[in-house]
């Protein structure tokens, strides 16, 4: 895992719900890291070794992910924004970026909503606009539909390439690895609450109010979320830039070199929230 002198990690008791966060200290406005789903936080190694290392990163396990148990009900966005916020306080963190992928983007938007004072600056990398959006392929979400790929390096390895596109393919082993490194593999039930969530879930109404400069990063050979789905969060977004590339699904990962300056470059980039 990447891992430092300077990182801390917590289990934080939030009501009835533990958290696990790991923070890697360092300098400027925080980043926090809101991951796919199923995913522990593990899996955005590459990105964050990729990013400025004297940068401050906050990175987190939603509820029956990775080796934060699983919460005692289904839940929504709504709820989980608002226990991040609860988690930030505990650790003594005012303003932030927050950047989401895939499933995690849609708790950005939601954070970013809420709190639009808190969040600074919003990165969305290939997600969508939650039940209401462009579906990728019937038989590509199908694999989605369990958390199996986090649990079997085999399975992990013989589909990355058909679900995520991009340069998944020539990665499989390499994301097998990643996967099989975490520190746990979440729960069956865990998967099912993020599911639920997604499937409830819009955030159509709110891109308007949202007004944090946003930064959308999507692939054109994304099978999961095809292409169209950015250009409407650029559409409906009042302040977005959209960055597109001709990976897939999960190329913070597996292009983190090259995917890592340019959300740097958004990060740094002068000028007040309009």
């Known amino acids: ?11 934080i008791a939030v009501g ?27 899996v955005l190694d590459p990105f964050v070794a990729a990013l400025d290392p004297a940068a401050t990163i906050v990175r987190f396990d939603v509820p029956g992910a990775g080796a934060s148990p699983p919460s005692f009900a289904p839940y929504g966005f709504g709820y989980l924004a608002r226990l991040l916020g609860q988690v930030l306080d505990r650790l003594g963190i005012g303003t932030v970026d927050v950047l989401g992928l895939s499933w995690g983007g849609a708790l950005a938007q939601q954070f970013a909503f809420q709190n639009p004072r808190r969040c600074r600056r919003l990165v969305l990398v290939a997600t969508a606009t939650g039940a209401l959006m462009v579906p990728g392929h019937p038989r590509v979400l199908a694999k989605m539909l369990t958390g199996r790929r986090f649990t079997d390096p085999g399975r992990a390895a013989a589909i990355a390439g058909r679900i995520y596109g991009g340069t998944a393919a020539d990665h499989s082993h390499d994301i097998a690895a990643l996967f099989g490194a975490q520190a746990q593999t979440g729960s069956a039930i865990g998967y099912l609450h993020q599911l639920l969530a997604g499937a409830v879930w819009t955030s159509l109404p709110l891109l308007p109010v949202i007004r944090q400069p946003t930064l959308i990063v999507a692939g054109t050979d994304d099978p999961i979320v095809p292409i169209a789905n950015a250009h409407i969060l650029h559409r409906l977004l009042p302040h977005a830039t959209l960055h597109r590339h001709a990976g897939g699904h999960i190329e913070l990962i597996t292009d983190a070199d090259g995917l890592a300056p340019v959300i740097e470059a958004f990060l740094r980039e002068p000028g007040r929230r309009p």
């Open 16 to 42: 009835r719900q533990r958290i696990r966060v790991h923070v890697r200290h360092g300098f400027g406005v925080p980043l926090v890291l809101c991951n796919g789903i199923g995913a522990g936080l593990e």
């Open 1 to 11: 895992m990447t891992d430092d002198a300077r990182t801390t990690r917590h289990e």
